[in-house]
């Protein structure tokens, strides 16, 4: 079981638990899909788009559950990052972790798989 991470901010969480699925964030509406990232990734993601942002969440997702509309396609570097052309359904999310701001400003994460 591929695990892959989502950054967002708790208050989008909060609004997909309500609602059952998250959407994407204005960034993924805009490019079309869900932005994930995989454990080696996840780190450089955060200090790439979320630098300095308090009240993030870390999504852990089965990326086998998510079937034909997750596409591994390139980005960064040429590093092939998972893309989901569908909501997010709850039910896929593995487990939702806070993601704290170190003392150094950077974002401190749990263990990854």
Do not use: C, N
């Not at 699925?21 to 994930?36: C, E, M, Q």
């Not at 080696?40 to 308090?54: I, L, N, P, S």
């Amino acid at each position: 079981m591929p695990t892959i991470y989502k950054i967002l901010p708790a208050s989008l969480w909060a609004a997909a638990q309500d609602e059952g699925a998250f959407r994407g964030s204005d960034v993924d509406i805009r490019d079309g899909y869900i932005h994930f990232s995989t454990a080696e990734q996840a780190a450089e993601t955060a200090a790439k788009h979320f630098a300095g942002q308090r009240d993030l969440v870390l999504l852990h997702v089965d990326a086998d559950t998510l079937g034909a509309p997750l596409k591994w396609e390139p980005s960064r570097g040429g590093a092939l990052f998972p893309h989901l052309y569908a909501p997010l359904k709850i039910e896929h999310v593995i487990r939702a972790d806070p993601l704290p701001l170190g003392a150094d400003g950077r974002h401190i994460f749990p263990p990854l798989t």
